[in-house]
């Protein structure tokens, strides 16, 4: 069974910082892409950034604001969120391929995390 789990998310100001962490835990043998979304009231799910093999990605709205990054045994993966806007008040989940003993490649989502930036 593998499991994410987000945690770092909650009220902050505009101009205020937060940083979200995503554990993945169970029996994997691989990791592949790891990344975060985030989905808005009556909005869809969007990327946010996403990170493969030290190669990075990041929406535009959040360019040179965020910075995903992922531990060095990989099983971890966050997200730094600096200068926040009220535009970026949303659920933010994450999202990782992994590959366990056994088994082919899926992907997995963590429960979500509520960020709200005040202005």
């Known amino acids: 069974q593998v499991q994410l789990v987000e945690s770092g998310g909650g009220l902050v100001q505009a101009g205020e910082s937060l940083r979200l962490s995503c554990l993945v835990s169970?029996?994997?043998?691989?990791?592949?892409?790891m990344g975060w979304y985030r989905q808005a009231p009556g909005k869809e799910r969007e990327l946010v950034a996403t990170?493969?093999?030290?190669?990075?990605n990041y929406a535009d709205s959040v360019k040179g604001r965020f910075t995903i990054s992922r531990s060095n045994n990989k099983n971890m993966v966050l997200l730094q969120m600096s200068s926040l806007k009220p535009d970026d008040t949303a659920v933010y989940y994450c999202?990782?391929?992994?590959?366990?003993?056994?088994?082919?490649?899926?992907?997995?989502w963590g429960q979500g995390t509520q960020v709200t930036v005040s202005s």
């Open positions: 169970g029996s994997i043998s691989s990791f592949g892409n």
């Open positions: 990170i493969t093999s030290g190669v990075t």
């Open positions: 999202n990782a391929a992994v590959r366990q003993y056994g088994s082919s490649w899926s992907t997995y």
